[in-house]
């Protein structure tokens, strides 16, 4: 199974996420998407994929989304993307993509939906064990 995640190694859930996906045996292909971004076309997929709305995708701490007014309903979704890939931190994460479908993982434990094998219990950098035989939706 190939799996891939668009991580930010400064994010914790990034990085719990990362972990998971080790811990299942696998090793995703990283895309550190501050660094490497999506392209629009790449962007508009995994938003349809995920089957959620445009805003839903966007992070408001730490970025341009107050200054931008991005909160404001002014926005089309087409504008929202626009922003970003102007701004790539307004991309919430991690998104990871597998066989099984791409998600937004946030919480981290959402990752394990994607998974092909149970990880057992994790524990997460705050100490928080996870277990994937129990679902914390």
């Known amino acids: 199974?190939?799996?891939?995640?668009?991580?930010?190694?400064?994010?914790?859930?990034?990085?719990?996420?990362?972990?998971?996906?080790?811990k299942s045996g696998l090793e995703p292909q990283v895309?550190?998407?501050?660094?490497?971004?999506?392209?629009?076309?790449?962007?508009v997929d995994l938003i349809a994929r995920m089957g959620i709305p445009v805003r839903d995708l966007l992070r408001q701490k730490g970025t341009p989304f107050e200054e931008l007014e991005l909160g404001e309903d002014k926005w089309s979704d087409d504008q929202l993307i626009d922003f970003m890939m102007e701004y790539p931190i307004l991309?919430?994460?991690p998104v990871v993509v597998s066989e099984k479908g791409v998600r937004l993982c946030r919480p981290s434990e959402k990752v394990i939906e994607l998974l092909p094998e149970d990880i057992g219990s994790f524990t997460k950098e705050d100490g928080e064990v996870v277990s994937s035989g129990v679902s914390n939706d």
């Open 1 to 22: 199974m190939t799996i891939t995640i668009y991580h930010n190694p400064k994010c914790g859930t990034s990085r719990n996420t990362l972990e998971m996906i080790r």
């Open 91 to 93: 991309i919430n994460r």
């Open 31 to 43: 895309i550190e998407y501050l660094k490497s971004p999506p392209s629009r076309d790449a962007l």
